[in-house]
């Protein structure tokens, strides 16, 4: 049976109530192509949930009340799953089964890892989702439970289910954990700071809004979301309404324990001048249309305290694909987010062998060139754009070359490996060009490039990309907390690791694992052994990797019968391998014109000592920018 009013429905783009919920979510997900919705359920859950591996799933969900409100926040680095209920009311709450359902569902092979459910700390919800917690332990799933009190708004309304809730305090929890789930960290671990944020009363929501009633005067109402009391309900004459005595309100509380976006930014404007009065800094804040509600105008306010664990700033700030979270605001640009997080070495299995021990490098090294690093006095960050920038470029020119080495069953109307990996190099380069990057930190912007290659997901060719990026990612982001600047010895560490981790385990003995290898030996032999500057090394790698490929192809475009053996029939290791020949060749064409550029705007003399210096006599077999 519908809730709503005839006449507000008639406002409404809807004929039936009942199916707002079926309509809204199957919309959702031909939008966004990472979720899937399963109608018997009611429930969102990420694409590729069943791929994770000892990752904690992170439940939520609840009643919809006017928009699907949870799946916003489904995605890698926040929800796994959101539960919404079975009659497709949007009055409605998940039961038992359906939960259960959904965790059977979410960890499939991987129970030991375990779920957090995270919901509103409501009667309704708790019972159901207690129950859930019962079955799936007894079928060997562990499970926790975090209550959020939230319920801002439960006052203006008899109905406690259908009633506007705050979602701001939840959603916080929501990011915490999904950022520590990511990052490997255990349930308990998990569970236990979510709890210690909760227990100490470390976050607090309040809901402002405009309250109207006949034959009295318009007033602006605002409520404590933790507790509900006479005493905590504040009400304004409109009349006399100031946001800075608001805002004294709000302060006052946080320190003893239809509104418009315009509205709110100015109500945040103040917000921030106040509390910068009492010493305190507020950083980062994040603002948007987090959820909607037909009954009441008007907007959430939540305020985490961070000070209260030392990761929580980190975890915030941590990259997520939830298509509702918004942007990190900053006040000051240049201030970073200090992660005071201890090293962390990769995860490996017992029975293989691991890549090259940046400890063992370490001794073998000097200090000099222990410390040597790209960024001497200009940005790391602008270095790597421009080298990626320009390995897109390569790969764009090169497409049809690398095209002639794919496999002869490859239909010619079909993507070959060419074309696919240049409609990725166009993706980043849009992304460089519209600047999506420019206040990204290094490692998200390496994690944000995997992304693109995981938009296909049915091409092995861009999984073994996307493994690749998303490795290199994790070793940067890790080494990242601990160091200011990171030197040569942490990007060789990070390399070797992808390559041990993304390429051999599905390219063993190919041409491919055979590419990176000569790579690596030529980039050490010149760097370390023959002391050449860092440039001219990643220039003699480059030129290894494509001296391996550049006789695979004849100048009439065929592939030799000698090289066509069943390894390379079945896959695209050929065209591959010489992909990786164009992206590195590329990568050093960048690196090096940044630092020429450099060289000229800090007038470097060529005799400089400095070994970062550019060669200028770069020994390639074909010098044109064109060439493969």
């Given amino acids: 049976m519908s809730a709503y009013d005839p006449l507000e429905t008639n406002r409404r783009l809807w004929n039936d109530p009942d199916n707002i919920l079926n309509d809204s979510l199957a919309a959702t997900v031909m939008m966004h192509h990472d979720l899937v919705y399963h109608d018997d359920w009611k429930a969102v859950v990420r694409r590729d949930c069943d791929k994770l591996k000892k990752t904690v799933r992170i439940i939520g969900g609840g009643a919809v009340i006017d928009g699907p409100m949870y799946t916003g926040f489904i995605g890698r680095g926040m929800l796994t799953a959101a539960v919404l209920g079975l009659d497709g009311s949007t009055t409605s709450i998940p039961t038992t089964d359906t939960i259960v359902k959904v965790v059977e569902h979410c960890v499939k092979n991987d129970k030991e890892a375990g779920v957090l459910f995270l919901i509103h700390d409501c009667a309704e919800y708790f019972l159901n989702f207690l129950q859930a917690k019962k079955k799936a332990e007894e079928i060997g799933i562990p499970v926790q439970i975090i209550l959020v009190r939230d319920e801002i708004n439960s006052k203006l309304s008899p109905k406690v289910i259908s009633s506007p809730r705050s979602p701001s305090g939840l959603l916080l929890l929501y990011k915490v954990a999904g950022a520590m789930s990511e990052k490997g960290k255990s349930l308990d671990e998990i569970y236990k700071t979510c709890y210690e944020v909760v227990k100490k009363g470390s976050t607090f929501s309040i809901g402002v809004y405009i309250v109207e009633a006949v034959n009295e005067p318009v007033q602006i109402e605002m409520a404590r979301g933790d507790r509900?009391?006479?005493?905590?309900?504040?009400?304004?004459p409109h009349c006399d309404f100031s946001t800075k005595k608001i805002v004294e309100n709000i302060i006052n509380e946080s320190i003893h324990v239809k509104f418009t976006e315009l509205e709110s930014n100015v109500f945040i404007k103040e917000l921030t001048h106040q509390l910068s009065q009492y010493k305190h800094k507020?950083?980062?804040?994040?603002?948007?249309?987090?959820?909607?509600?037909?009954?009441?105008?008007?907007?959430?306010?939540?305020?985490l305290n961070l000070s209260s664990h030392?990761?929580?700033?980190?975890?915030?700030n941590a990259p997520t694909l939830a298509y509702y979270w918004p942007k990190t605001t900053k006040f000051k640009d240049d201030v970073k987010t200090k992660r005071k997080q201890s090293k962390s070495s990769l995860k490996t299995d017992s029975s293989s062998t691991n890549p090259r021990s940046s400890s063992s490098d370490d001794d073998e090294i000097s200090e000099k060139k222990r410390s040597e690093s790209p960024n001497d006095s200009f940005t790391e960050k602008n270095i790597f754009l421009k080298a990626v920038?320009?390995?897109?470029?390569?790969?764009?020119?090169?497409?049809?070359?690398?095209?002639?080495?794919?496999?002869?069953s490859t239909p010619e109307d079909s993507k070959r490996c060419g074309t696919r990996l240049a409609t990725a190099a166009e993706s980043i380069k849009t992304l460089i060009g519209e600047k999506e990057f420019l206040e990204m930190s290094l490692p998200d912007m390496l994690f944000r490039i995997s992304l693109v290659f995981k938009q296909d997901?049915?091409?092995?060719?861009?999984?073994?990309?996307?493994n690749f990026f998303t490795l290199i990612y994790e070793v940067i982001d890790d080494r990242s907390n601990s160091q200011e600047h990171l030197g040569v010895i942490d990007w060789m560490f990070a390399f070797d690791t992808a390559v041990f981790y993304a390429v051999k385990k599905v390219a063993e003995n190919t041409i491919l694992e055979d590419v990176f290898r000569v790579a690596r030996e030529a980039f050490d032999n010149a760097y370390f052994g023959s002391d050449l500057n860092l440039i001219d090394a990643i220039g003699e790698a480059a030129l290894s990797a494509q001296k391996r490929t550049s006789h695979f192809v004849s100048n009439s475009g065929k592939i030799p019968k000698k090289y066509m053996k069943d390894k390379y029939e079945s896959s695209d290791e050929i065209a591959g391998a010489h992909a990786v020949g164009v992206w590195m060749r590329g990568v050093y064409e960048g690196m090096k014109l940044s630092y020429r550029f450099h060289e000229r705007s800090s007038n470097k003399r060529p005799g400089s000592n400095n070994r970062a210096q550019v060669s200028k006599s770069a020994k390639y077999p074909h010098d044109d920018s064109s060439s493969s």
């Fill in 389 to 408: 920038e320009y390995a897109c470029e390569s790969v764009i020119a090169c497409a049809k070359k690398i095209d002639m080495l794919n496999k002869p």
């Fill in 228 to 236: 509900m009391t006479d005493h905590d309900m504040k009400r304004f």
């Fill in 282 to 303: 507020v950083e980062p804040i994040f603002t948007g249309a987090f959820h909607t509600s037909l009954q009441s105008n008007g907007f959430h306010l939540s305020i």
């Fill in 310 to 316: 030392k990761d929580l700033e980190y975890y915030l």
């Fill in 457 to 466: 997901e049915q091409d092995p060719q861009a999984q073994l990309y996307m």
